[in-house]
């Protein structure tokens, strides 16, 4: 579990989960889970071209995992501590415990994270995104 940034809020991930729901989906994508590679693969694939319509991929530079480096960056930038960003980029800290850390220590709640996720700032970066809900007005519109 973990905060969600206030920009997914704005760009409208809850109506657009909320959508999902209606429709009788349980997931936030639609992905297909393979053995080998999980939900990755496919992920990966979907997103490439994408990338490269938009003229941002770059084989083995810019790719669908550079999302989760660039997260690891910006709050290593801020002197986030490494626990810290692993648990809000979906990993688990593995680095050098001692035995209070693995053992007395609970680690923080999501809600206690939220700060650390606000030193986040994509501003310039995602002034072109549209809303989830405009982009459904759009497509409305033109149906």
């Given amino acids: 579990t973990i905060p969600l940034h206030p920009k997914l809020i704005e760009f409208g991930l809850i109506e657009y989960t909320e959508s999902r729901k209606k429709r009788g989906k349980k997931m936030l994508f639609d992905l297909t889970w393979s053995k080998d590679d999980g939900y990755g ?14 003229g941002v991929y770059e084989k083995l530079k810019k790719v669908f995992y550079s999302f989760r480096h660039t997260v690891h960056t910006e709050l290593e930038r801020v002197d986030t501590p490494i626990h810290h960003i692993e648990r809000l980029t979906g990993h688990s800290y593995q680095g050098a415990k001692t035995i209070g850390q693995r053992v007395y ?30 982009q459904q007005k759009t497509n409305t519109i033109s149906a």
């Fill in 41 to 54: 693969r496919n992920i990966r694939d979907r997103f490439h071209p994408y990338l490269d319509s938009i």
């Fill in 105 to 134: 220590i609970t680690p923080r709640e999501a809600s206690e994270l939220y700060d650390t996720l606000l030193k986040l700032n994509f501003d310039n970066e995602l002034q072109h995104i549209r809303p989830y809900s405009s």
